[in-house]
């Protein structure tokens, strides 16, 4: 067994050594045809349209998940803790980020405490504005002006350090994180996995329907990567029950979780890894 250890290490050390060389020529590919002219405008227009996006594609070991939701406060934080929880627990090396953050920064510490502090809270959440509003308004505020390079280039690192990485995403998907990109230009760069967290109450049909709608259409990709969870929160209304089964018409190849109130106190740490325990099997489905 130790041998086979070594032998697996030994891969997995010489396909990362690949990686880095093809990065460089690739790099070096891009850099030599924007001043050089080989008279080639498919080379020009791969450099200037897709950057990184295709090497975060092509060459990247780890899997991605973006938690993305149909709005703010709908239950994006916790569902990333629980699965960055449930990843571990189960001896998956998972990381999280929460890339854009808006006023308070608890949702960076609770992801931050679910990950024994692996990462710091700039690494977690490197474009925070103590404003709570969207991050492009906030970046103008304080004059600074964010790239979707970036932004790919630190999930691109993050995503090195890990087996898997969980990625929250701030408010829904046409959030506004810069001047010419939103949540969805990211998701579409990255090419992940995408899970979509929608409240369990009345006006998540509307809400659900034009977000995976909107994925649909900018991704232009099958709904096998697209899942959806319904978060139950402490009030009730008659819709509760039926919005699984409206949605599940509607979005037949989508597949559709819904998770039960989880607690007044549930975004503390503690109450994060008992929900994760209690939810194991849900959680499993969802991964798969």
């Known amino acids: ?3 086979v250890s070594q032998a697996f290490r030994m891969l997995h050390k010489f396909l990362r050594q690949l990686r880095s060389a093809l990065l460089l020529l690739l790099l070096m590919l891009l850099i030599f045809s924007r001043f050089f002219d080989f008279g080639c405008t498919a080379m020009r227009k791969f450099a200037a349209e897709n950057r990184l996006s295709f090497f975060i594609t092509a060459m990247r070991e780890s899997r991605l998940i973006f938690i993305t939701g149909t709005d703010t406060g709908v239950g994006k934080t916790v569902l990333s803790a629980m699965l960055l929880s449930h990843l571990r627990a189960g001896g998956c090396h998972a990381l999280g980020l929460k890339p ?7 949702d960076v510490d609770l992801l931050r405490a679910v990950q024994a502090r692996e990462l710091t809270r700039e690494e977690i959440n490197p474009f925070y504005f103590p404003e709570p509003v969207a991050p492009l308004v906030a970046a103008r505020r304080h004059r600074r002006k964010i790239k979707l390079a970036d932004v790919l280039t630190h999930v691109t690192h993050v995503a090195r350090l890990c087996e898997c990485l969980v990625i929250e995403g701030a408010g829904g998907l046409l959030v506004p994180l810069g001047s010419d990109f939103t949540t969805l230009e990211l998701i579409t760069r990255l090419g992940c996995e995408v899970i979509i967290v929608s409240r369990n109450k009345l006006g998540t049909i509307n809400h659900t329907l034009l ?6 259409q900018h991704r232009h990709t099958s709904s096998k990567s697209v899942k959806l969870v319904l978060m139950s929160g402490q009030s009730w209304d008659l819709s509760c029950n039926s919005n699984p089964h409206v949605l599940a018409e509607f979005l037949p190849s989508v597949q559709i979780f819904t998770l039960p109130f989880l607690g007044r106190n549930c975004s503390a740490p503690g109450a994060i890894k008992s929900a994760a325990k209690k939810m194991k099997k849900t959680l499993a489905r969802l991964l798969q």
Not at 100 to 106: D, K, V, Y
Not at 211 to 216: D, E, H, I, K, Y
């Open 1 to 3: 067994m130790n041998l």
């Open 100 to 106: 854009f953050c808006s006023g308070a920064r608890a």
């Open 211 to 216: 977000t995976v709608q909107a994925l649909r």
